[in-house]
């Protein structure tokens, strides 16, 4: 019997994310939620399917970070549109532009509490302390309009994941609705207001220090930070979540080691510390202590969030626009090598202080790593011990390639996360480097790799348990508990499942580095050992 194919609310998303330019888009299938994929199935779309909500959504932050462009996660109702919050708390703390759509139970029983399948009391409200923005269609014709305000308040800064839910009889129904083709989703441009005060500021600075923050990356506005810093010869700190948005082998690159006594002087006796897209939070201040003794100029696109941890003069706005209108009016200094010194020795100082703790096999593995990536790979961190180093320690050299979940510190964030930044980048070598407690929240997804055809790599440190937690219980309690973990033969789960893999030692890494890039499907490598953190150096 012959079946007529009739066109669909769902149908519509599917049209709508098409129209939005959206190319992949990420999630797992569930009972109300499948008018979607069937829309999905004849869509230019990719449809990247994972194991758990959880591991879709981390997937799908690291594709908008890698690519910075929104990524749509497609979600079912009730427990799986659940699943996906802890990734969309990372998302939001990140500001990452991710789209969940899920479906909803049938309208007229919305709030009722009758006991349907997956029902929540209030399932947008669930989300609605999460995400920027939420919304509901309560027809077919509300979707186009819908899907590009979700759009668009995702990509307006300060940019986040945003929260769609569509009634399972909405999806189903006729939609009623000519095809949609085109949608316009742009925000209008901003001003910004006080940049001649800004420029009087800076241009009179005589140790102008640049500290720069995630939102340089978010913005696409490394081109305009190297060039002020090269406008008025200012060394560059950045934050951990703006590793890469200027290269740390720069002459005037200060790095991101935020703890280390050379960068907090660095940045306490700047007579103008400019600020850019940074939060100032508790990682990158010492728990606050920091204390700034120069001017600050804050550029955030958050109002909200300037003066919130010191007193600053305050930008508004998106950091390419501000940076750019900062540009325009800036007269350049002549360079005197006062601020290459100054980032000279910073990084020659941390260097020296963690030569005399004799931290020769972690520095030796972020070498290794180092070495074995080309400058434009992408390397996902998870919270894991060597990740901490990373952090600090770890030289990113281009921007949207440094991915690390510290925005709100979760597990399991690495392996996923470079797989949707290989679907975002196909011909860029994508490493996640994962503990063996962070890895077994998405372990399922070598399947999913296989599955998908995502060529990335992951380096899996094996000590046997939550490492860091280990190390922070003994120091702070004397005895540990709790943290040391039976875990499986990574090398033989990882075989089966259809995925080479090779097990690894501190003096082979490069060579097996190397060898796993090269695979054309997905790879992994196995390091066995306990590793340890660094003390903060005088």
Same mark, same amino acid.
């Given at each position: 019997?012959?079946?007529?194919r009739t066109?669909?609310?769902g149908?519509?998303v599917?049209?709508?994310?098409?129209?939005?330019?959206?190319?992949?888009? !990420?999630g797992?299938?569930?009972?109300?939620?499948?008018?979607?994929?069937?829309?999905?199935?004849?869509?230019?779309?990719?449809?990247?399917?994972?194991?758990?909500?959880?591991?879709?959504?981390?997937?799908?932050?690291?594709?908008?970070?890698?690519?910075?462009?929104?990524?749509?996660?497609?979600?079912?109702?009730?427990?799986?549109?659940?699943?996906?919050?802890?990734?969309?708390?990372?998302?939001?703390?990140a500001?990452?532009?991710?789209?969940?759509?899920?479906?909803?139970?049938?309208?007229?029983?919305?709030?009722?509490?009758?006991?349907?399948?997956?029902?929540?009391?209030?399932?947008?409200?669930?989300?609605?302390?999460?995400?920027? *923005?939420?919304?509901?269609?309560?027809?077919?014709?509300?979707?186009?309009?819908?899907l590009?305000?979700? *759009?668009?308040?995702?990509?307006?800064?300060?940019?986040?994941?945003?929260?769609?839910?569509i009634?399972?009889?909405?999806?189903?129904?006729?939609?009623?609705?000519?095809?949609?083709?085109?949608?316009?989703?742009?925000?209008?441009?901003?001003?910004?207001?006080?940049?001649?005060?800004a420029?009087?500021?800076?241009?009179?600075?005589?140790?102008?220090?640049?500290?720069a923050?995630g939102?340089?990356?978010?913005?696409?506005?490394?081109p305009?930070?190297?060039?002020?810093?090269?406008?008025?010869?200012?060394?560059?700190?950045?934050?951990?979540?703006?590793?890469?948005?200027?290269?740390?082998?720069h002459?005037?690159?200060?790095?991101?080691?935020?703890?280390e006594?050379?960068?907090?002087?660095?940045?306490?006796?700047?007579?103008?510390?400019?600020?850019?897209?940074t939060?100032?939070g508790?990682?990158?201040?010492?728990?606050?202590?920091?204390?700034?003794?120069?001017?600050?100029?804050?550029?955030?696109?958050?109002?909200?969030?300037?003066?919130s941890?010191?007193?600053?003069?305050g930008?508004?706005?998106?950091?390419?626009?501000?940076?750019?209108?900062?540009?325009?009016?800036?007269?350049?200094?002549?360079?005197?090598?006062?601020?290459e010194?100054?980032?000279?020795?910073?990084?020659?100082?941390?260097?020296?202080?963690?030569d005399?703790?004799?931290?020769?096999?972690?520095?030796?593995?972020?070498?290794?790593?180092r070495?074995?990536?080309?400058?434009?790979?992408v390397?996902?961190w998870?919270?894991?011990?060597?990740?901490?180093w990373?952090?600090?320690? =770890?030289p990113?050299?281009?921007?949207?390639?440094f991915?690390?979940?510290?925005?709100s510190?979760?597990?399991?964030?690495?392996?996923?996360?470079?797989?949707?930044?290989?679907?975002?980048?196909?011909?860029?070598?994508?490493?996640?480097?994962?503990?063996?407690?962070?890895?077994?929240y998405?372990?399922?997804?070598?399947?999913?790799?296989?599955?998908?055809?995502?060529?990335?790599?992951?380096?899996?440190v094996?000590?046997?348990g939550?490492?860091?937690?280990?190390?922070?219980?003994?120091?702070?309690?004397?005895?540990? !508990?709790?943290?040391?973990?039976?875990?499986?033969? =990574?090398?033989?789960?990882a075989?089966a499942?259809?995925?080479?893999?090779?097990?690894?030692?501190?003096?082979?890494?490069?060579?097996?580095?190397?060898?796993a890039?090269?695979?054309?499907?997905?790879?992994?490598?196995?390091?066995?050992m306990?590793?340890?953190? *660094?003390?903060?150096?005088?």
């Amino acid at each position: 019997m012959a079946v007529t194919r009739t066109r669909i609310g769902g149908h519509v998303v599917v049209e709508c994310l098409e129209a939005l330019g959206a190319e992949t888009a !990420f999630g797992l299938p569930g009972i109300h939620a499948l008018a979607i994929w069937d829309g999905l199935r004849e869509s230019r779309l990719r449809y990247l399917g994972f194991r758990t909500e959880l591991n879709a959504g981390f997937a799908a932050d690291g594709y908008a970070r890698a690519s910075g462009k929104p990524a749509p996660l497609l979600l079912s109702t009730g427990p799986g549109a659940l699943n996906s919050l802890t990734a969309l708390m990372e998302a939001a703390s990140a500001h990452v532009p991710v789209v969940a759509i899920a479906s909803q139970i049938p309208s007229e029983l919305i709030g009722r509490g009758r006991g349907y399948l997956h029902e929540l009391r209030d399932q947008r409200a669930s989300f609605a302390p999460l995400v920027k *923005w939420t919304g509901r269609a309560e027809r077919a014709a509300d979707l186009p309009d819908l899907l590009a305000e979700a *759009w668009r308040q995702a990509l307006t800064p300060p940019s986040g994941p945003v929260f769609v839910e569509i009634p399972v009889d909405v999806l189903t129904g006729e939609a009623g609705v000519e095809p949609v083709d085109e949608l316009d989703w742009e925000a209008a441009a901003s001003t910004v207001p006080g940049v001649e005060e800004a420029v009087r500021v800076i241009a009179a600075a005589e140790r102008p220090v640049l500290w720069a923050g995630g939102g340089v990356s978010r913005s696409g506005a490394w081109p305009e930070l190297a060039a002020l810093a090269e406008r008025v010869q200012a060394p560059v700190a950045t934050s951990y979540m703006g590793k890469g948005t200027f290269p740390e082998d720069h002459p005037l690159a200060a790095g991101s080691a935020a703890d280390e006594a050379a960068f907090k002087e660095l940045v306490e006796g700047a007579d103008v510390l400019v600020c850019i897209g940074t939060e100032l939070g508790a990682e990158t201040t010492g728990q606050y202590s920091l204390s700034p003794g120069g001017q600050i100029v804050q550029i955030d696109a958050a109002a909200e969030r300037i003066g919130s941890t010191y007193p600053a003069l305050g930008l508004v706005g998106d950091a390419k626009a501000v940076l750019g209108a900062i540009l325009e009016r800036l007269p350049a200094r002549e360079p005197d090598g006062q601020a290459e010194r100054a980032a000279t020795e910073v990084r020659d100082r941390i260097g020296r202080g963690l030569d005399e703790q004799g931290r020769e096999l972690e520095r030796g593995l972020l070498e290794t790593i180092r070495e074995a990536l080309p400058r434009d790979a992408v390397h996902a961190w998870d919270m894991t011990i060597l990740a901490y180093w990373a952090g600090a320690h =770890f030289p990113a050299l281009s921007p949207r390639r440094f991915l690390y979940p510290l925005g709100s510190g979760t597990l399991g964030y690495a392996w996923p996360a470079a797989l949707g930044a290989k679907a975002a980048l196909p011909d860029a070598p994508v490493l996640a480097v994962a503990g063996d407690g962070g890895f077994l929240y998405n372990v399922a997804e070598l399947a999913s790799a296989r599955q998908n055809h995502l060529g990335a790599t992951l380096l899996l440190v094996d000590d046997g348990g939550y490492g860091i937690l280990r190390e922070y219980q003994r120091d702070s309690f004397g005895e540990t !508990f709790a943290v040391d973990l039976v875990q499986p033969e =990574f090398v033989e789960l990882a075989e089966a499942f259809g995925v080479p893999v090779r097990s690894t030692a501190p003096e082979t890494l490069g060579e097996d580095l190397a060898w796993a890039l090269a695979e054309e499907g997905p790879a992994v490598v196995v390091l066995r050992m306990k590793l340890e953190m *660094w003390t903060p150096t005088a």
